[in-house]
């Protein structure tokens, strides 16, 4: 794996990936429980723990950004894991299949995008990185992250 940059988007990412992998297998769940907590050190925010003295304003923020995030994980298309099915619904999918798989691409862009920005209401965007190389020095190597194909 190459240097990658890590940002607050990836810190954003890390997170939906901890909730996406909860109950997978232990492989999937402890890299990506990782790497959460590893950015989350370094960008000094956790999406776990309520800051002590939080106004309404930052607890209303907070609370947007959890819904959110539950309302990202739940997008789905019903056609999605289908392999083989009768006619009927290969019929379905060819008039409504793309359209449907776009639009969630879509709400789920666009869910990424609100999460962006309440991150930035709630924390600020101070323009900081951090690296793989860091990373591995510091005793997590992203280069491990496992195949999730391989878990099916």
């Avoid at 996406?20 to 769940?29: E, I, M, Q, S």
């Avoid at 000094?44 to 959890?66: I, M, Q, T, Y």
């Amino acid at each position: 794996m190459a240097n990658k940059t890590y940002t607050y988007q990836d810190l954003i990412r890390a997170y939906l990936n901890v909730q996406r992998f909860k109950n997978a297998h232990p492989d999937l769940k402890e890299y990506h429980t990782e790497l959460y907590g590893r950015l989350s050190t370094f960008f000094e925010v956790d999406f776990e723990k309520v800051s002590p003295g939080e106004d309404w304003r930052r607890e209303a923020l907070r609370r947007l950004f959890h819904t959110t995030i539950n309302c990202c994980r739940n997008v789905s298309d019903p056609f999605e894991g289908i392999l083989e099915a009768p006619k009927e619904i290969a019929d379905l999918y060819r008039v409504h299949g793309e359209r449907l798989a776009e639009l969630c691409r879509q709400l789920r862009r666009q869910y990424f995008a609100l999460l962006c920005d309440l991150y930035k209401k709630m924390y600020g965007d101070r323009g900081r990185s951090i690296t793989s190389k860091i990373l591995k020095r510091q005793g997590f190597d992203d280069s491990t992250q496992p195949d999730e194909s391989d878990y099916v």
